[in-house]
């Protein structure tokens, strides 16, 4: 007899728990690399955006995504998703003009299981 699956809700628990997972270890690889914390799920009127990082004079709007590989993980940042965070960083910009002089860089942030994260620079959009 099969068990009941789990209700959507529950699903979605999950999978939420998951991508908040991903984004700590995003996170906290970054900073191993030298890279510093400004903001994490911003969430803006016109999207959201799961890291926001500066190294130096480059500040990296960073999209998280867990996934079985590198490849499905890649794959899945969507251009609809693309063009939601670029309307985010344009509002985060117009809200923190001291944002505005760094160099805006796109990055992905790709982690799987049992895997050290893989850090794409310039994975998508340019600025």
């Avoid at 068990?3 to 995003?26: C, L, M, N, Q």
């Avoid at 509002?91 to 003009?97: C, E, F, G, T, Y």
């Amino acid at each position: 007899m099969r068990s009941p699956s789990p209700s959507r809700s529950e699903d979605g628990k999950a999978r939420r728990g998951r991508g908040r997972r991903a984004e700590v270890i995003a996170l906290l690889s970054l900073m191993l690399r030298g890279y510093r914390p400004v903001a994490r799920n911003l969430k803006t009127p016109v999207g959201e955006i799961d890291l926001i990082m500066r190294r130096g004079g480059v500040l990296a709007v960073i999209e998280v995504k867990t996934r079985g590989s590198y490849t499905d993980a890649a794959e899945a940042i969507l251009p609809q998703q693309q063009a939601r965070i670029r309307r985010a960083t344009e509002w985060l910009l117009a809200s923190r003009p001291d944002l505005a002089e760094l160099t805006i860089r796109f990055d992905a942030v790709l982690v799987l299981p049992a895997r050290w994260p893989k850090h794409l620079v310039g994975a998508y959009l340019t600025a």
